[in-house]
Every structure is written in C-alpha cells, then in structure tokens.
C-alpha cells in the first residue's frame, strides 16, 4: 500500500493570511501523523507565502514518520535541506514566480546540473525524488540522474479523470511502467482527491507514496483532520 504523506502547505496559508500563529503549523505537523498519516510534505517557496523556512527547522523534530521537502534546488533550498536532512527531497523545476507546480522536469536538458544537485544530496544522506511528467524519454533519462525515485506530477490525471478516467491513467500507466523497469520508485502527487485518488492507487502499481496537500486540506474543513486522514487512507486500500 502506497504512503500518504500530507502536505502541510494550506494550513500555512491559512496562518499567514493573519500573521499570528493561528492554525499552527507545527501542531498540524503533529496531529497529521498522530492521525494516520505516513509522513510529512512541505515546499517553502521563495516568497515564503506558505510554508517558510522557520517551519521547516521546527517541523523537523517532530516527525516521527517521514520528512518529505519540496522545492527548487536553489542555493537556498540546498543550504536549508542539507543542514535540515529530511528522509526524502523532492526536486521541482518550479521558477520563483510559480503560482503552484505545473511542469516536471526535463531530465535530458538539465542532465548534468541534476546529477549535480543529486549527488550533493545522497551525499548528505538524503533520499531524493524528482518531480516529472509522463513523457517517456522523460522518465527513461530520469535514472541517468541517479535519483532514487520520481514523482509524478498528476495535475493532468485529476483533469482528464473527470472526463474519462480511462484515457486519465493510460499515460501514467506507460510511465510507471518504464520507471519500474529501469529501477525507480514512484511516488506522485498534486490535485489528488478523494474522488480520482483511489482509481489511480488500484491502476499503479509499485506506487511507493502519494503527497497531497490542496485537497486533503480543503476536505478537512468540512470531515475534519482524523476523519479526512483516515478516508484518504482508505483509498489507497487494494
Ligand atoms: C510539487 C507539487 O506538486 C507540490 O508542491 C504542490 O504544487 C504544492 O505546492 P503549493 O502548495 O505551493 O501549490
Ligand atoms: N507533491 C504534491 C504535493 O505535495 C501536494 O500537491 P497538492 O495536493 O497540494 O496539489
């Protein structure tokens, strides 16, 4: 069974939109895992508008499951991720400005630089992951990168699921399928939900974890954190 590893993101969102400390961001990194959650995702941005990287030293004593980071690998984020250790980063090609991720990387352009940035991780210990759509050459040339898994970047899946949720997993099908044979693990994650999580999960196979933030978050205001914890891990049931 696929790990759900929430992403705290929005509980940040919703804090700094007053600039108190209300919800708490490191009381929700508590309660997720304390509910059910198999471990904990954050993407500092550069302008900090969500999670800021004040939360992610404090965040990092209190996982007592896995430590997932997101983000560009900018001298920033590297100085913050190499010093902090999560269990796993994940790389994403997101410029500054980016209103949310929208693109995986293109790991025959930018080869050598995430060797690079890889090697610098795995040598701080880190497990690694990149984010990518489902391009097969894409994902053939990932394992040229030395990283240790991909994620793969869902948007697409959770657009076309409402339409035909056939022709939604049929390239991620592909994908996963290539990824797995030349050894990599797959996570994937962004615009996962309660309604198209559980198609996906039962079509993937060798899924390692699912991150997901945007809607986790917004069914909880309404089932609330546990319940809506528990109903993501419901899903992800075979
Ligand atoms: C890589 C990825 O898909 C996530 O980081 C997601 O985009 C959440 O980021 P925001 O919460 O900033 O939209
Ligand atoms: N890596 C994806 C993630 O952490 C959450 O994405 P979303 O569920 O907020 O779209």
Redesign the pocket.
């Known amino acids: 069974m696929a790990k759900l590893?929430v992403?705290i993101?929005?509980i940040a969102t919703l804090r700094n939109a007053r600039g108190g400390n209300e919800p708490n961001v490191l009381k929700a990194a508590i309660d997720v895992q304390e509910f059910g959650a198999d471990g904990v995702?954050v993407?500092p941005r550069p302008d900090g508008r969500h999670i800021r990287y004040q939360d992610v030293w404090d965040i990092k004593p209190i996982i007592k499951t896995e430590f997932n980071i997101?983000g560009y690998p900018s001298k920033e984020f590297m100085d913050l991720v190499k010093k902090v250790k999560p269990h796993q980063v994940?790389l994403v090609p997101d410029p500054p400005e980016a209103l949310?991720?929208n693109a995986g990387w293109d790991t025959i352009k930018n080869k050598s630089f995430l060797q690079e940035i890889i090697a610098d991780l795995s040598d701080a210990g880190i497990r690694t992951s990149i984010?990518i759509d489902t391009d097969l050459n894409n994902i053939a040339h990932a394992v040229k990168t030395n990283t240790d898994r991909i994620?793969l970047y869902t948007e697409p899946y959770a657009v076309m699921y409402a339409k035909n949720k056939e022709t939604a997993i049929a390239p991620f099908i592909a994908a996963a399928e290539v990824a797995r044979k030349v050894g990599l693990k797959i996570n994937a994650?962004?615009?996962?939900s309660l309604e198209n999580l559980k198609y996906f999960s039962d079509n993937i196979s060798f899924l390692s974890e699912v991150?997901?933030?945007?809607?986790?978050i917004s069914d909880a205001l309404y089932f609330g954190l546990e319940k809506t914890i528990k109903l993501y891990k419901q899903q992800l049931i075979k």
């Open positions: 590893s992403n993101n929005k995702t993407h997101e994940t949310t991720s984010f994620e994650g962004h615009d996962l991150s997901i933030g945007h809607a986790l």
